[in-house]
Every structure is written in C-alpha cells, then in structure tokens.
C-alpha cells in the first residue's frame, strides 16, 4: 500500500475538504461549545467550507488512494485571504452559526486575541483526517513543518485536545498557555521554534 500524497488543496477539493474535517471534529469539546447542536455536522461542515475557502494559500490535503484522507489549513505570514472568496462564502458562515453567529464570532475573537502577533509565524488553524490512526495526520504535519522549516520560521497553533499535546510535542511545539473560552472548554496555545 502506497503512502499518502500530500498537495496543494485545488478549488475542486472544497467540499471534501469541509467534509472531512467536519467528521475529525464531529467530538471536538470545542467545536461543539462553539457550533450550534441542531443540524450539527450540517454546521460544522458549513464553517470548515468557509474556513478552507478563504485559507487558499495554506491549505493541503493528503489523498490516499485517490481520495482526500486529511487537510491541513495553515495561515501564512505575509498571504490575505482574497476578499471575493471570503464575501462569496460569508452565507456558509451564517449556516455554520444561524441565530449564534454573534456567540461564534466572540468565541474566534477571543482565540484570536490570545494568538502572538510576532514574530511572524505560520499559524494551523485546523488539521483533521477522515480515519484516525493511520499516520495521514501525522505525515500533514511533517509535510506542512518542512515548508515552516524551509522559510525559517517558527509555528503556532492551538489544541483543543488536550491528548493531542504531546503529539505535537514530538514535532518541536512546546505549550505556552491556555485560552479559556466564555462558558466553554479551554485550548492550548502552542508554539515551535524555527528549525
């Protein structure tokens, strides 16, 4: 069995892309103190096809047998979102949210408050595979830290597992603090060094 390619996410990957990381945080504590409960994986899968659509320059998917298995969405210093993209896909945010847009946007602004503003840094703002325990996660990690590695920079992100810290642990993240959200679970913040 072939390993998993990892690529540059096309246009045409978006829907699976929002879907797969829908079902890899189908559980997540955060995700569900953020996301509304009725229509749920509708909703989730709503947010993540914003998210993905208005991240195109970092976001990678790992394809094993010709299917898309895991994506990773990273923010990188110096890219915008492009407006188009982002305006086009502003009615996948009102489904993410409905009535709670308002309670969703505080919770991201609170996230995005905690997150340094220097030194520059690509920041993953989402990695998920569609089946846990077969190393794709992982090779889009190592994949997504070479392109870090090769710029010379360091990396952030942060983990609403707590399981899920020492994993990052063994790629060089190191836990710097916890962001603690209005009525819900916390997440902590993680960074690397360059490498």
Sequence with gaps: MASPVVRKAQRSDLATVAAVLAMAFDNDPTMRHIVPNDHYRRRLTALF????????????????EGEVAGAALWAIPGQRSALVPFVRHIPDL?????????????????????RPKSPPHWYLQTIGVAKAGRGIGGQLLRDGLDRVDAARMPAYLESSAPGNVPIYERYGFRATGEIQLPGGPALITMWRDPQ
């Design 49 to 64: 096809t914003f998210e993905a659509a208005t991240t195109p320059h970092g976001t990678w998917v790992a394809v094993d």
């Design 94 to 114: 009102v489904r993410a949210f409905g009535q709670s847009l308002p309670s969703g946007l505080r919770s991201f602004r609170t996230i995005g408050r905690v």
